[in-house]
């Protein structure tokens, strides 16, 4: 398998380390509120990796990490507590908001068909680990404790600072930051722990060499991934946006710990979703949408699935409600002609499988990989039941369910408008009936009277 390293910088031979296990780890949500639809597709960009690695025969151990304390609002070490601000806006415990968020993030994972990971692993659940990494930091010369107490990395004394993200340190120390920690020796060092907490009700705390306080962000993951798949493994996973801070920052921890290098031997970052007008999706803000949103507006999770692998992850994607009505067409489209296949048993085409294959195989070439989906399902020359076969395989990672029925959600909203239209034909009010049902359009829903009574289904 051919996947591109954000270490080099090129498509690379994929060789596990065993090749019994491929080892992944793919940083996973801040539970602090809900996914939005941008942090999905680095989701469902990693649930494909994952499936191609089965697919390819690989057995994998898939570790994902729920970062429920210690991420500031900034991937630096500036702003507020991300859970602290989640609890505020919400009244209630940093702990129930952890809780309800891990919660709604299980929900759109099973929604998009993602894959479980067989680990998932939450921070506050291995703060000794952490502590013992800073510990390990500390001894190895590469922590120290500032004057405010809180304990530090030190970017000089580590070689290697930024390799990943091709940081020059000159730029970056004479880079503008918004704010500086004037406990710093550098504006590059992070802190790993913190006795200090600029927010002085800090709730999350625990016990450690230096103090009563809790772990700074970074040190969750390089601390995590280690304890389930060892000082050197496979993959680590995350958005670009992770390249220049948070993955520079584990690399130095977890290199600086054990002395090993590569800790990881490849990393594979996901592009960013965007809006039209190439705004940022945000988690606060008018920008932030989510896909119970994307549900109420009368869309099934898959068709966002399928629009996510027209692109390939390496390439911005564009949101539009238009391209998602596309996908949404073609979604359909195609499960209608796997429903026509019949149920009858075939065997997969080995020609297709081999070319699907070589498409996954290319960096996870999924929009390619659909075009040989399309190709073989209008392919005169293979049965049926063949094509079943082969579709089904397919789908192990496309995960589109496309042999199952089209299922979709209707949102309350149409609910309740069907509910009244409903009433108003009992009642023989045509006029109010037919201005429910423009209603109901304007929703993306079309009534059909039948026999036993009226439904409604997206258009
Ligand atoms: P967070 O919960 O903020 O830690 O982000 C979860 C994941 O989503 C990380 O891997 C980020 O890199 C990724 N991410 C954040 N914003 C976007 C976006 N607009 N498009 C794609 N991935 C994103
Ligand atoms: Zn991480």
Redesign the pocket.
Known sequence: MQLYNTLTRQKEEFKPVDPSEVKLY?????VYNY??I??????VFEDILRRALEFEGYLVNHVMNI?DVG?LTSDADEGEDKMAKGAKREGKTVWEIAEYYTDAFMRDMERLNLVEPHIKCKATDHIQEMIDQVKALEENGYAYVAENGNVYFDTAAFKDYGAMAQLDKQNLEAGARIEVDDNKRSPNDFALWFVTSKHGDQDMQWDSPWGRGFPGWHIECSAMSTRYLGEQFDIH??????IPVHHTNEIAQAEGATGKSPWVNTWL??????LEDDA??A?SGENFLTLQALIDKGYDPLEYRYFILNAHYRKE?RFSFDNLDAAKTALRKLKTKVAKLGDKEGTENAKYIEEFSAAVSDDLNMPQALAITWNLIDDDKVSDEDKLATIKKFDTVLGLKLDEEIHFEIPAEVQELLIERNKAREDKDWAKSDELRDKIDELGFEVHDLSGGSEVRPK
């Open positions: 793919t940083c996973g949500p801040t996914a939005h941008g942090n999905l597709r680095t989701y970062t991420h996973c995350g958005g670009i946006d992770h970052h996901g592009n960013f979703l965007v940022k999706m988690k994607l």
